[in-house]
């Protein structure tokens, strides 16, 4: 099938589950995966994964980000990164590696299968995870805020160890280890500064009564009120590139470059235009593509180990809610709210598939071990938004958003 009529069938498949979905209490996004498991080749075989589909999927992931950047502040992530919100990523983080290593030494596995296992189980999709909230209407509560966080500093951490797997030479000693370790660490700082120093910065001339807001003012009234889109974009995308150059995930640098956006940049109105742009462009097109080819990559016919399939699928789900709750009980949530945390916490998707696609290419896991990956991917992505809607329903998210009690 060619690319366009592909995409065409995507699209169309895609907007018809989701919005059946969403008229049955669930997000869309539960449908729109839906639809690509159901087209590709595990069921239907009429759309594979190519090339340009991958690239039009990776767009989507960018205004995503940057939609969800748009709707949140920099500030109030920070103070999520710190103090309690660090707990909760860090038990978010450990908890599930350790289920992993233990699944693989459970089935044998060698040294850096055992790692990635791990690394794909820790993992919490940012992408998915904003999208997923912001669907709900929790992206903008605690919840979210603690949700968020975790999903970067867990992304992070595993992108970081990743990038030093994949630096290490074919035979190393622990001293390469160490120095390889040393050049990523200071890429990531590299990374960090670049976005506190630039925050710095504009609180820096706001409080000196510079209106930061003026240039691209000049610019949207000289070249139209769409160059503020094309403005916004180029800016993510520099963060988005320095992240890639650094050797970690564009969707990092681009997220953090996003959360630089906010009313104090842009008049009102402008900023109104901004997000509906965005939004109708990502809900409407981009986002149900990106979705749907998650559910694309999934091939059951790798699956031949039910046992290791089943062992692998049990300590991420169990894993990472576990940590979800422990950590937002340890913070002070209540059951119902920690609960939620750790559901939301459960879906990979995106990230997990990017590190998994990286080791396979690499020749550092098989086809077999891959396919599970995948479908770990797609079925804690779909359980993510189900589970946690059972524990908060409509109601119960509403009075959670005025009252702040669940």
């Given at each position: 099938?060619q690319?366009l009529?592909s995409?065409?069938v995507l699209?169309?498949l895609a907007r ?8 049955w209490?669930q997000p869309?996004?539960?449908?729109e995966?839906?639809?690509?498991i159901l087209?590709?080749?595990s069921?239907?075989?009429l759309v594979a994964?190519?090339a ?7 767009l989507?992931i960018?205004?995503?980000i940057?939609?969800a ?7 109030e992530i920070?103070r999520?990164m ?6 909760v990523?860090?038990i978010a983080?450990?908890?599930?590696f350790?289920?992993?290593v233990l699944?693989?030494w459970a089935f044998?596995?060698d ?6 296992l791990?690394l ?5 999709a940012?992408p998915?995870?904003v999208?997923?909230l912001?669907?709900l209407?929790?992206?903008?509560t605690?919840i979210g805020s603690?949700?968020?966080?975790t ?5 992070v951490?595993?992108?970081f160890?990743l990038?030093?797997?994949l630096?290490l030479?074919?035979q190393t000693?622990?001293e390469?280890?160490l120095?390889t ?5 200071v890429?990531l700082?590299?990374l960090?500064?670049?976005?506190v120093g630039l925050?710095l910065?504009?609180?820096w ?6 209106n ?10 000289l070249?139209?009120?769409?160059a503020l889109f094309?403005?916004v974009?180029?800016f993510?995308?520099a963060?988005?590139s ?8 564009f969707?990092?640098g681009?997220?953090?470059g996003a ?6 940049h842009f008049v009102?109105?402008?900023y109104?235009d901004?997000?509906?742009t965005?939004g ?12 749907a080819y998650l559910?694309l990559?999934f091939h ?5 180990d039910?046992?290791f399939?089943?062992a ?11 940590a979800?709750?422990?950590g ?5 949530m209540?059951?119902r709210?920690?609960?939620g ?5 459960n879906g990979?998707?995106a990230?997990?598939?990017?590190v998994?696609s990286i ?13 599970v990956?995948v479908l770990?991917?797609v079925v804690?992505t779909m359980l993510a938004?189900v ?13 959670y958003?005025e009252?702040?009690?669940?």
């Open positions: 099938m690319i009529t995409l065409l699209i169309v018809v589950l989701g919005h059946l979905f969403a008229r209490g869309a996004i539960v449908g995966m839906l639809a690509g087209l590709g080749p069921v239907l075989g994964p190519s340009a589909l991958s690239g039009i999927a990776s989507a960018f205004l995503v940057l939609a950047g748009l709707e949140m502040s920099f500030h920070a999520a710190r103090g309690r919100g660090l707990v990523a860090l983080f450990a908890l599930p350790g289920s992993g699944v693989a044998d596995l040294l850096m299968r055992t790692i990635f791990g794909c189980i820790s993992i919490t940012l998915v995870a999208k997923m912001d669907e209407g929790m992206l903008d605690p603690y949700a968020i966080s999903a970067i500093i867990n992304d951490m595993a992108l160890i990038g030093i797997l630096a030479p074919e000693t622990w390469q280890v120095s370790g040393s050049v990523v660490m890429k700082l590299v960090v500064s670049a976005v925050n910065l504009l609180g001339l706001e409080k000196r009564g510079i930061v807001s003026a240039g691209p003012e000049k610019l949207a009234a070249f139209g009120p769409e094309g403005i974009v180029v993510v995308l963060f988005g320095l992240s890639e150059g650094l050797g970690f995930h969707v990092i681009a997220f953090f959360l630089l956006l906010d009313q104090r009102a109105a402008r109104e901004l997000k509906r965005l109708s462009i990502t809900g409407g097109f981009l986002a149900p593509v990106f979705f559910g990559e059951v016919e790798a699956l031949t039910l046992g399939v089943a692998v699928l049990g300590a991420a789900i169990a894993s990472k809610v576990l979800g709750w422990w937002g009980r340890l913070i002070g209540s059951g709210e920690a609960l945390l750790g559901f939301i916490l990979r998707g990230m997990e598939l990017v998994a080791a396979f290419e690499r020749g550092f896991i098989g086809r077999e071990m891959f396919s990956l770990m991917g804690t938004p589970t946690f809607n059972a524990v908060m329903d409509e109601a119960r998210r509403r009075r958003r009252t702040g009690h669940a």
